[in-house]
Every structure is written in structure tokens, then in C-alpha cells.
């Protein structure tokens, strides 16, 4: 099947058939959307949500949840129309209708009461059935809970209006001197009142009361708070007699049980209740007029309002979790936190000089790339170019869309630039939008099986691309010679180009004048309660590359100098750990006790043989045969700890189908305990969709720490379309995010213990300190001579999970023996186990 679009100045066939891409690209299955009628009862409903949205003043927010289109629906039924069709003149009109406003109303009071029941009430029926994880009987638990309930009581919430200036990609950033605090507002838990005052732009800000009666400092979004108060000697006084703090964003968060939905004040302060504060703050701030600008009582009030709305919300969060008994689980990620809190207050240190050379390695290896891409140019753009001397047609391998149709069949357009005159004169060419038509032709069989790489990415949209995710699976499954060599220099360019501005640009453009980068740790995003990065992304620094030869960490050093030493200490394989704390599997448990080469055994099993004599082929003769089939080993386990089917499996290890199946039939039979845990996951979510939420679409599974996750069922899909298909949990989410929350939660009481000793030996006399954490592991900058004495602490507080645990009630009947391993290095590119390097 040929297809040829035609244009007025050139139509160029590409004869090349890369049916081999399409092959090896993985087939999806594109969406197709039904749509149905809306009663009057559901158009109220629709539009009082968007209306809840945009009262809190994101009216793009209010517009993706269909404000206008609703409001203009309702409305037009009833004669009314505003003057103006924008969303806000249909907020305004919404907003004074009695109909939508008694909507609102009942779904504010819906939203604060389904909270509440689903910590509380709607527990009593599940948490005594046979697959609860969340355990209440527990003596400890109740003990512990009681024990916060008291301290907790003992509170005071603060909040803080600051100067705006942006600095290093921070909207009003701590760590720039040009932004102060202007406003200081609290409510001490003896009265509750709020109180404010403005402060000195030079001096001591404080004005806060005496913090010796107090034990919990609470605010929303308190970190943004706590980086401008952090090294006061007041709060690191509060901190060090074990002052703890309450996040109401983190609260609400883990109330909701990680899902998605707006964490602003305004929108809390909405489903809880309570009145809204005055936009002309906000307004201000958008016209570019700074905070000590504004008029000062306006300032006062608007700060006041700020801490009585999040007094009001602390204190409804608060009886919930207490009579949900989740205070010790909630206190638990706030001392993470702080610890995070710490981390991103010390940042961390680039060696600028280092970065400079990393940075022209990159280029001249990126400009090699090209070069080599250009002499693989298409024959289809030289025969282009060969029919008119005067123009030059080239072939934009940064264009998604040329990729696409060029290696799955399509047309693109292509740019041309004039060529320099001919009559000896030299010049650059000057460019031009002219555009010529290029069609690329395909195998129909090719483009009807394979979608022409097409990927699903969410319900009611398809995206076709040439994505890493295709280019990589052509790259391992294409025939194709050339075609491997030419995907793979796409692959290294982008790599490069990738890392040059994440990381190599932000570490140059973020660090401040003394080398350090402030980099910003997020605990509401993901839904495994994983942390997120951002300014730069720290969580995912490659360390070393196949597509250059330059290691990124390098330039990650001490700010101690030649005698600093940086640290990373990781836990080892966390997520089978924690799957045998989570399901008790007894062969499991066992050979976590015996220090069993989990890969090893799986292999054993999979070629019939003892698994001493696989340890010994692998670890000790170290035959290349062995250790490739021990990789393929180790890499079904993680594919099928994050939920992979059988065939992505295959894709990605190699093994075939039938010997992942086999695979996948000896693991249950070897560790019965595993698959049994996750049936009773299942079961929990598909109970709760059922008895509790009110809605059938979700569903949520507690953990032993009672901290809630919930799932969202969605659609199986079908080969030609999702209309009226069958909706379920997805497989992957059900076997990935149980584990992956437990870790999170693992590391985040581990960090607080941590940060808790630091804060004890002040920073081990200011020699040592929290710089990050990456997933399972955590990182110190030290001086040599304190070096040591930080990683025995390191060692043995990651370790001590049950120590960690038992005593806030958790009920676990056997814990494995969690491990970690620790590295030390002059640069995070060059670390060696600790005992290696200090021994050198």
C-alpha cells in the first residue's frame, strides 16, 4: 500500500521500507471514545465541582473540568447567558445560583464527612477480616496513639508571607538574600487566636511566644515555611527536644490515600468547610507587586486568615487520623520530612570546574553523533535535494514526527534553506519556511498490525511516536543492521542532550555562589508515596552512560574540600525484603536468613540443577555463560516485582515466553505465601470498591503502618476500542505499589530516626550532613575525620527497621533482617564500599 500526499512543490516517496521497525516496535491498541447524554441532575453535579475548583482561583483548572461547556449547558436551558462567555463570568454566574450553590454546599459537607468515614467508621467491617494488613488491637498502637494525641495537642500553627523574588527556578526562594520574611502570623494552642506582626527587614524576625509549651509546630506546605526558619537557633533548640511538626498539604495527602486532586489551601479550606481568603492578595501578586508593597492591613488580615484556616483543617485532620488511630503512621512521614526538610537546606556541592569539562565532552560528543547521523541521511532527501540547486532540504533528527514516518510510514513536512550564491561569494544559508511534502510507504500488513508504533497513554487518547520506549525495543528486536546502528546514535544523542540539560545545565544555572545546589524533594506526588524531584531531578543521576564516555556524579563532590568524603548508603534489594515482611512467605523468609542468592536459586530452579552448583558458575568460576543467565535471572525478578507481564518480560530480558511462564510457575510454587498476598490485595480493593467509597471504581488497601492507598480500576481495553469494556485493577499497580509504599514508608521513618541523630550530635559538630536521598538510599556529605563515625549510624539505623516500627504498633509476626550496604568516595562517580575506601 503506497499512501502520497501531493504538495505544490515537491512529493517525495521514501522507497525504503523499514517494515522492520514496525515489527519490532511494540504493538498497542488505540482508544475510541463513546459519548452519552447528560441528565439535569449530573449537569448540576459536574458544574458545582468545577465551580468548587474555581472558587479557589484556578480557573484553568475549573476549565479542564469542563466549567464552561457545563455552565453554558445549564444555563442556556434556563435563558441565561452572561455578558461575556469567558469561565470567569460563568464562575460568577454559577456562583449565584441557588440551585449550584446548595450543590456545592452538600458536596463540601460529602467531602469533609467521606474523609472522615473513610479513616474511621467505614474500617469497623474490614479491619478484623482475614486479609487486613492494618491491625487495631494492637496494645503498642494504642499506647502510641494515645501518647501523640496528647503531645499533638500542644501545637503551634505558623505561617509566613515572604518577599517573591524568583531565584534558580524557587518562586520566593530562601536561599536567595534579596527575599526576607515580611509578615510573621501563629495561633498557640492556648487560645487558638490568630496573631500577626510585621517584621524588620533588618534583625532577628522573631516574634513567635515562648516555644517551651509547645510540641508540634503546624502549617501548610511547612517546608516552604520551615527552609526560612530552619537554622534559627529557637527552632533547632525545639527540634533537638523533640519538637515534631504537622504538614496539613502532607496530612490531607496521606488522608486521601495518595490520590491525585488539588493540595492548596484554597481547595482545602473548600471541602473542609471554611471561608475563603480575599483574591486581591493573590491579584497583587500576580500584577507583579511585591509583599512589603501591599497595603499592611490587608497583609495582616490576609496572613491571619491564613493561619485560622489552617488551624481549622489541622484540627479536623487531626480527630481524624487520632480516632482512625493513624497518628503514629502520620508522624512517621513528617519526621521524613524533616528530614527532607534538611536535605534540601544543606543542598548539595559541584565542583564547577569539574561540570565545565563534562559539559564540552558532551558537546564535541554530541556534534560527532550528528555528524555521523548526516552522512545516514534519508536518499530520498539527496534525490530531493539533487532536483533544484538552489535550495538545500534537510532531515531534522530532533523531529519526533519525521522519525515516526519515516521508520512507520506517514508524511511529514520538511524545511529547506537557500543555498549561498554561486559566484564565489561565501555566506551561511539563509533560511526559509518553504516545506516540501515527504511520504514515507509501508507494508499494509505492517501498518495494520502494528499501528504504526502507536502506544496508549491514557483512557481517550493515543499518541503514535517515535518514543524512547520504541526506539529501544526496535534496537533490541530489529534485523535490521543498519537500521540497530542508526537507532542507536538517536538514542545516544538524546541521551546526551537529555543529561546535558537536566542535569549538567541546572547544576551550572542552580548552584549558588558558594557551589551549592538546593534541590527540591516532593512527598505529594506520587501514588506509591514515593518522593519526586525537581530543580534539578536528583532522583534519577545517571552515574556512569553507555552513549558517552563521562560520568555525571563526578561533578558531585564535598564541600569540605580534599577532606570531605561523600556517602551512599542503600539498602539492599528493599523490595523483596519488604515482600517478605508483607507476606510472610516462610521459604521466603528463610532464605533471607541464610543470605540466599535470590537470582541464583531462581536460576537453579530454572535449569533443574543444585543451587550450590549455579553459585559456584556464577560468583565463583565466573563463566560469561552463567553470569548472563544469572543477569536474565535478576532482571525477571525486578520485571516482575513492578508488575510486567509475561511478554514484556520476554521483551526485556531475552528469556522467551514459554521459559518466563516456566519461570513464573516455579516462583508461585516456590514461595506460595507471595501469590496468596497478592490475591488478598486484590480482594481488599475489590471488598472496598464494593462496601465503602461509594464509588465501584476505586478501591483501597491499607498497609500493617495504616497508611491507605488507593487503586483506580480502568479500563482492559479491547483490539478495536474501549467502548462499554470491562473495567479492573490493573495487574501492574496491584503487585507494584503495596511494595513500593511500603519501602517509601520504610525509608521515610528510617530518615527521621536518622535526621533525630544528627540533630543530636548538631550535625556531628558541623562536619556532616543530610544532602539526599535516591529511592532506597541516602546521602551524607562529611569530613574524613567524622567520616567513620557517621556511617556506623548509618549502618545500624537503616538497619534497625523493626526496631523502627515495632514500637508505634506495627504487627508484624517475623521481620526479615533488612541489610544495606555503604560507598564512600572523594566524587559520587567514584565510590567504593566504605571498608575499601578508607583502607586505600
Same mark, same amino acid.
Given at each position: 500500500?503506497?499512501?502520497?500526499?501531493?504538495?505544490?512543490?515537491?512529493?517525495?516517496?521514501?522507497?525504503?521500507?523499514?517494515?522492520?521497525?514496525?515489527?519490532?516496535?511494540?504493538?498497542?491498541?488505540?482508544?475510541?471514545?463513546? $459519548?452519552?447524554?447528560?441528565?439535569?441532575?449530573? +449537569?448540576?453535579?459536574?458544574?458545582?465541582?468545577?465551580? +468548587?475548583?474555581?472558587?479557589?482561583?484556578?480557573?484553568?483548572?475549573?476549565?479542564?473540568?469542563?466549567?464552561?461547556?457545563?455552565?453554558?449547558?445549564?444555563?442556556?436551558?434556563?435563558?441565561?447567558?452572561?455578558?461575556?462567555?469567558?469561565?470567569?463570568?460563568?464562575?460568577?454566574?454559577?456562583?449565584?445560583?441557588?440551585?449550584?450553590?446548595?450543590?456545592?454546599?452538600?458536596?463540601?459537607?460529602?467531602? @469533609? =464527612?467521606?474523609?472522615?468515614?473513610?479513616?474511621?467508621?467505614?474500617?469497623?467491617?474490614?479491619?478484623?477480616?482475614?486479609?487486613?494488613?492494618?491491625?487495631?488491637?494492637?496494645? +503498642?498502637?494504642?499506647?502510641?496513639?494515645?501518647?501523640?494525641?496528647?503531645?499533638?495537642?500542644?501545637?503551634?500553627?505558623?505561617?509566613?508571607?515572604?518577599?517573591?523574588?524568583?531565584?534558580?527556578?524557587?518562586?520566593?526562594?530562601?536561599?536567595?538574600?534579596?527575599?526576607?520574611?515580611?509578615?510573621?502570623?501563629?495561633?498557640?494552642?492556648?487560645?487558638?487566636?490568630?496573631?500577626?506582626?510585621?517584621?524588620?527587614?533588618?534583625?532577628?524576625?522573631?516574634?513567635?511566644?515562648?516555644?517551651?509549651?509547645?510540641?508540634?509546630?503546624?502549617?501548610?506546605?511547612?517546608?516552604?515555611?520551615?527552609?526560612?526558619?530552619?537554622?534559627?537557633?529557637?527552632?533547632?533548640?525545639?527540634? %533537638?527536644?523533640?519538637?515534631?511538626?504537622?504538614?496539613?498539604?502532607?496530612?490531607?495527602?496521606?488522608?486521601?490515600?495518595?490520590?491525585?486532586?488539588?493540595?492548596? +489551601?484554597?481547595?482545602?479550606?473548600?471541602?473542609?468547610?471554611?471561608?475563603?481568603?480575599?483574591?486581591?492578595?493573590?491579584?497583587?501578586?500576580?500584577?507583579?507587586?511585591?509583599?512589603?508593597?501591599?497595603?499592611?492591613?490587608?497583609?495582616?488580615?490576609?496572613?491571619?486568615?491564613?493561619?485560622?484556616?489552617?488551624?481549622?483543617?489541622?484540627?479536623?485532620?487531626?480527630?481524624?487520623?487520632?480516632?482512625?488511630?493513624?497518628?503514629?503512621?502520620?508522624?512517621?512521614?513528617?519526621?521524613?520530612?524533616?528530614?527532607?526538610?534538611?536535605?534540601?537546606?544543606?543542598?548539595?556541592?559541584?565542583?564547577?570546574?569539574?561540570?565545565?569539562?563534562?559539559?564540552?565532552?558532551?558537546?564535541?560528543?554530541?556534534?560527532?553523533?550528528?555528524?555521523?547521523?548526516?552522512?545516514?541521511?534519508?536518499?530520498?532527501?539527496?534525490?530531493?535535494?539533487?532536483?533544484?540547486?538552489?535550495?538545500?532540504?534537510?532531515?531534522?533528527?530532533?523531529?519526533?514526527?519525521?522519525?515516526?514516518?519515516?521508520?512507520?510510514?506517514?508524511?511529514?513536512?520538511?524545511?529547506?534553506?537557500?543555498?549561498?550564491?554561486?559566484?564565489?561569494?561565501?555566506?551561511?544559508?539563509?533560511?526559509?519556511?518553504?516545506?516540501?511534502?515527504?511520504?514515507?510507504?509501508?507494508?499494509?500488513?505492517?501498518?495494520?498490525?502494528?499501528?504504526?508504533?502507536?502506544?496508549?497513554?491514557?483512557?481517550? @487518547?493515543?499518541?503514535?511516536?517515535?518514543? =524512547?520506549?520504541?526506539?529501544?525495543?526496535?534496537?533490541?528486536?530489529?534485523?535490521?543492521?543498519?537500521?540497530?546502528?542508526?537507532?542507536?546514535?538517536?538514542?545516544?544523542?538524546?541521551?546526551?542532550?537529555?543529561?546535558?540539560?537536566?542535569? /549538567?545545565?541546572?547544576?551550572?544555572?542552580?548552584?549558588?555562589?558558594?557551589?551549592?545546589?538546593?534541590?527540591?524533594?516532593?512527598?505529594?506526588?506520587?501514588?506509591?508515596?514515593?518522593?519526586?524531584?525537581?530543580?534539578?531531578?536528583?532522583?534519577?543521576?545517571?552515574?556512569?552512560?553507555?552513549?558517552?564516555?563521562?560520568?555525571?556524579?563526578?561533578?558531585?563532590?564535598?564541600?569540605?574540600?580534599?577532606?570531605?568524603?561523600?556517602?551512599?548508603?542503600?539498602?539492599?534489594?528493599?523490595?523483596?525484603?519488604?515482600?517478605?515482611?508483607?507476606?510472610?512467605?516462610?521459604?521466603?523468609?528463610?532464605?533471607?536468613?541464610?543470605?540466599?542468592?535470590?537470582?541464583?536459586?531462581?536460576?537453579?530452579?530454572?535449569? #533443574?540443577?543444585?543451587?550450590?552448583?549455579?553459585?559456584? /558458575?556464577?560468583? %565463583?568460576?565466573?563463566?560469561?555463560?552463567?553470569?548472563?543467565?544469572?543477569?536474565? $535471572?535478576?532482571?525477571?525478578?525486578?520485571?516482575?516485582?513492578?508488575?510486567?507481564?509475561?511478554?514484556?518480560?520476554?521483551?526485556?530480558?531475552?528469556?522467551?515466553?514459554?521459559?518466563?511462564?516456566?519461570?513464573?510457575?516455579?516462583?508461585? !510454587?516456590?514461595?506460595?505465601?507471595?501469590?496468596?498476598?497478592?490475591? !488478598?490485595?486484590?480482594?481488599?480493593?475489590?471488598?472496598?470498591?464494593?462496601?465503602?467509597?461509594?464509588?465501584?471504581?476505586?478501591?483501597?488497601?491499607?498497609?500493617?503502618?495504616?497508611?491507605?492507598?488507593?487503586?483506580?480500576?480502568?479500563?482492559?481495553?479491547?483490539?478495536?476500542?474501549?467502548?462499554?469494556?470491562?473495567?479492573?485493577?490493573?495487574?501492574?499497580?496491584?503487585?507494584?505499589?503495596?511494595?513500593?509504599?511500603?519501602?517509601?514508608?520504610?525509608?521515610?521513618?528510617?530518615?527521621?530516626?536518622?535526621?533525630?541523630?544528627?540533630?543530636?550530635?548538631?550535625?556531628?559538630?558541623?562536619?556532616?550532613?543530610?544532602?539526599?536521598?535516591? #529511592?532506597?538510599?541516602?546521602?551524607?556529605?562529611?569530613?574524613?575525620?567524622?567520616? =567513620?563515625?557517621?556511617?556506623?549510624?548509618?549502618?545500624?539505623?537503616?538497619?534497625?527497621?523493626?526496631?523502627?516500627?515495632?514500637?508505634?504498633?506495627?504487627?508484624?509476626?517475623?521481620?526479615? =533482617?533488612?541489610?544495606?550496604?555503604?560507598?564512600?568516595?572523594?566524587?559520587?562517580?567514584?565510590?567504593?564500599?566504605?571498608?575499601?575506601?578508607?583502607?586505600?
Amino acid at each position: 500500500m503506497r499512501r502520497v500526499v501531493r504538495s505544490t512543490l515537491a512529493c517525495v516517496s521514501f522507497r525504503r521500507n523499514y517494515g522492520a521497525a514496525a515489527a519490532a516496535a511494540p504493538a498497542e491498541t488505540p482508544d475510541v471514545d463513546g $459519548a452519552e447524554s447528560t441528565t439535569e441532575e449530573a +449537569l448540576v453535579s459536574g458544574l458545582a465541582r468545577a465551580v +468548587l475548583v474555581g472558587m479557589t482561583g484556578d480557573l484553568k483548572a475549573a476549565r479542564s473540568k469542563g466549567l464552561v461547556p457545563l455552565a453554558r449547558a445549564y444555563f442556556d436551558k434556563n435563558g441565561v447567558r452572561p455578558v461575556v462567555g469567558s469561565a470567569g463570568a460563568y464562575l460568577e454566574l454559577a456562583r449565584g445560583d441557588e440551585t449550584v450553590v446548595a450543590e456545592v454546599q452538600r458536596v463540601i459537607a460529602e467531602r @469533609s =464527612q467521606v474523609t472522615r468515614n473513610l479513616v474511621t467508621t467505614e474500617l469497623e467491617p474490614l479491619w478484623e477480616s482475614d486479609y487486613a494488613c492494618f491491625r487495631r488491637d494492637s496494645p +503498642l498502637l494504642l499506647s502510641r496513639n494515645a501518647e501523640l494525641t496528647a503531645k499533638i495537642d500542644r501545637y503551634l500553627v505558623f505561617d509566613f508571607e515572604t518577599t517573591t523574588k524568583v531565584s534558580r527556578k524557587r518562586i520566593a526562594s530562601p536561599f536567595d538574600s534579596d527575599n526576607r520574611i515580611v509578615y510573621a502570623a501563629w495561633a498557640h494552642h492556648s487560645d487558638g487566636q490568630p496573631c500577626v506582626q510585621r517584621v524588620a527587614e533588618t534583625g532577628d524576625w522573631w516574634c513567635f511566644p515562648d516555644l517551651s509549651d509547645v510540641d508540634v509546630l503546624v502549617g501548610h506546605n511547612i517546608k516552604f515555611d520551615l527552609l526560612y526558619c530552619w537554622n534559627h537557633p529557637k527552632i533547632r533548640e525545639f527540634f %533537638k527536644r523533640g519538637g515534631m511538626v504537622w504538614d496539613t498539604m502532607y496530612a490531607e495527602f496521606l488522608l486521601r490515600g495518595h490520590r491525585e486532586g488539588s493540595l492548596r +489551601l484554597d481547595s482545602l479550606a473548600l471541602n473542609y468547610g471554611f471561608d475563603l481568603k480575599d483574591s486581591a492578595i493573590s491579584d497583587a501578586w500576580k500584577a507583579g507587586i511585591d509583599t512589603p508593597d501591599i497595603d499592611q492591613t490587608l497583609m495582616e488580615e490576609y496572613n491571619k486568615q491564613d493561619v485560622a484556616v489552617t488551624r481549622g483543617i489541622f484540627r479536623k485532620q487531626f480527630e481524624c487520623l487520632r480516632d482512625g488511630l493513624r497518628l503514629p503512621m502520620v508522624t512517621g512521614h513528617m519526621e521524613g520530612l524533616l528530614a527532607t526538610t534538611e536535605m534540601e537546606f544543606r543542598g548539595l556541592y559541584v565542583d564547577q570546574e569539574h561540570l565545565k569539562e563534562l559539559r564540552a565532552l558532551a558537546k564535541t560528543r554530541e556534534d560527532e553523533i550528528k555528524e555521523e547521523l548526516v552522512q545516514r541521511e534519508p536518499k530520498e532527501i539527496k534525490e530531493l535535494n539533487a532536483q533544484d540547486d538552489s535550495r538545500v532540504f534537510e532531515f531534522n533528527w530532533d523531529s519526533p514526527n519525521q522519525l515516526r514516518c519515516w521508520l512507520f510510514g506517514g508524511s511529514c513536512s520538511v524545511l529547506s534553506a537557500a543555498k549561498a550564491p554561486s559566484d564565489g561569494a561565501k555566506g551561511k544559508k539563509a533560511p526559509t519556511n518553504t516545506k516540501a511534502q515527504l511520504t514515507f510507504e509501508v507494508g499494509r500488513a505492517a501498518v495494520w498490525k502494528q499501528r504504526y508504533g502507536q502506544r496508549y497513554i491514557a483512557p481517550g @487518547s493515543v499518541v503514535p511516536g517515535a518514543t =524512547q520506549e520504541v526506539l529501544e525495543s526496535i534496537r533490541a528486536r530489529a534485523d535490521d543492521e543498519e537500521l540497530r546502528t542508526l537507532v542507536e546514535l538517536i538514542l545516544q544523542r538524546r541521551q546526551i542532550r537529555k543529561i546535558d540539560a537536566t542535569y /549538567l545545565d541546572n547544576f551550572e544555572r542552580l548552584a549558588d555562589d558558594d557551589g551549592l545546589v538546593h534541590h527540591q524533594l516532593n512527598h505529594c506526588v506520587a501514588r506509591t508515596g514515593r518522593l519526586t524531584s525537581q530543580n534539578p531531578n536528583m532522583q534519577n543521576v545517571p552515574r556512569e552512560t553507555t552513549t558517552a564516555d563521562f560520568p555525571v556524579k563526578a561533578c558531585l563532590t564535598s564541600r569540605f574540600g580534599d577532606k570531605g568524603v561523600v556517602i551512599e548508603s542503600d539498602y539492599s534489594q528493599v523490595e523483596v525484603f519488604v515482600l517478605a515482611t508483607l507476606s510472610q512467605d516462610s521459604n521466603l523468609l528463610q532464605e533471607l536468613r541464610m543470605g540466599t542468592d535470590l537470582h541464583c536459586k531462581r536460576l537453579a530452579l530454572k535449569e #533443574h540443577m543444585e543451587y550450590e552448583e549455579v553459585v559456584k /558458575l556464577c560468583k %565463583k568460576v565466573k563463566d560469561p555463560v552463567w553470569v548472563a543467565k544469572r543477569q536474565q $535471572a535478576k532482571s525477571f525478578q525486578f520485571q516482575r516485582q513492578y508488575g510486567a507481564g509475561k511478554n514484556a518480560i520476554a521483551l526485556n530480558t531475552g528469556l522467551t515466553v514459554a521459559e518466563v511462564e516456566e519461570l513464573i510457575d516455579l516462583e508461585e !510454587r516456590t514461595y506460595p505465601e507471595v501469590a496468596s498476598y497478592y490475591k !488478598r490485595v486484590h480482594s481488599c480493593l475489590e471488598d472496598t470498591s464494593d462496601r465503602t467509597t461509594g464509588d465501584p471504581d476505586f478501591g483501597w488497601y491499607d498497609a500493617p503502618t495504616g497508611c491507605r492507598f488507593f487503586f483506580k480500576k480502568e479500563d482492559e481495553g479491547s483490539m478495536f476500542g474501549r467502548i462499554g469494556g470491562k473495567k479492573a485493577f490493573k495487574r501492574q499497580l496491584v503487585l507494584n505499589h503495596p511494595i513500593q509504599g511500603f519501602a517509601a514508608e520504610l525509608l521515610f521513618n528510617s530518615l527521621g530516626r536518622l535526621w533525630r541523630r544528627f540533630v543530636e550530635l548538631n550535625n556531628y559538630g558541623d562536619r556532616a550532613y543530610l544532602v539526599n536521598t535516591v #529511592h532506597d538510599c541516602v546521602w551524607v556529605d562529611a569530613h574524613e575525620d567524622v567520616a =567513620q563515625q557517621v556511617i556506623d549510624d548509618l549502618n545500624s539505623i537503616l538497619t534497625a527497621v523493626q526496631e523502627t516500627f515495632t514500637p508505634q504498633g506495627v504487627q508484624i509476626e517475623e521481620w526479615p =533482617q533488612y541489610r544495606c550496604e555503604t560507598h564512600a568516595g572523594r566524587n559520587m562517580a567514584s565510590l567504593d564500599l566504605a571498608y575499601k575506601f578508607f583502607s586505600a
